[in-house]
């Protein structure tokens, strides 16, 4: 049986939704067994035999979403292999130059001995959720930055790390 992977993602506007089902995509491609879930609805990370969590970034922290679930799950995700992904840049920064994780991301990779963490472009579009970021979009500074090639290529590298 293959090994089953977790992606598991917070999210406000759905773009960290559509990386994270990218990702669970590329892993199941991969001949892995793969699903990505909202965090708020995983009630436990134990059937899981691998584990990637994502976040949006906003204000320059990971979504809440995201957050609450490394630490309601941290026993389980530290036994297990585990990746991390941020999206958020609203330019073309992510796909130019590696973008370390913020501060909360960077303590619970420690801490949880995370194999990788990635920044991802990040798309805001008309109708967005918040006050803010409808501001931004109104300003003319949103749009789509997410590079689903450097996603797909990503993900592929923890596929092969899983089959071997």
């Known amino acids: 049986m293959p090994p089953n992977v977790l992606v598991a993602y917070g999210t406000t506007n759905g773009s960290t939704a559509e990386v994270a089902e990218t990702i669970a995509d590329v892993l199941r491609k991969s001949g892995l067994a793969a699903e990505a879930r909202p965090a708020g609805s995983v009630p436990s990370a134990t059937s899981y035999d691998a584990v990637v969590v994502g976040g949006g970034l906003y204000a320059g922290r990971w979504h809440k979403d995201a957050r609450r679930f490394v630490r309601r799950h941290g026993k389980v995700l530290a036994e297990r292999?585990?990746?991390?992904?941020?999206?958020?840049?609203?330019?073309?920064?992510?796909?130019?130059?590696?973008?370390?994780?913020?501060?909360?991301?960077?303590?619970?990779?420690?801490?949880?001995?995370?194999?990788?963490?990635?920044?991802?472009?990040?798309?805001?579009?008309?109708?967005?959720?918040?006050?803010?970021?409808?501001?931004?979009?109104?300003?003319?500074?949103?749009?789509?930055?997410?590079?689903?090639?450097?996603?797909?290529?990503?993900?592929?590298?923890?596929?092969?790390?899983?089959?071997?």
């Open 81 to 164: 292999p585990l990746w991390f992904f941020s999206s958020g840049p609203l330019d073309p920064s992510a796909s130019e130059r590696d973008i370390p994780p913020v501060p909360g991301v960077k303590k619970a990779m420690v801490r949880l001995d995370a194999r990788e963490h990635i920044t991802f472009g990040g798309c805001l579009r008309e109708g967005a959720k918040g006050w803010v970021a409808r501001m931004i979009v109104r300003n003319g500074k949103g749009g789509d930055f997410r590079d689903f090639g450097q996603i797909e290529a990503w993900a592929a590298r923890i596929g092969q790390e899983l089959t071997g």
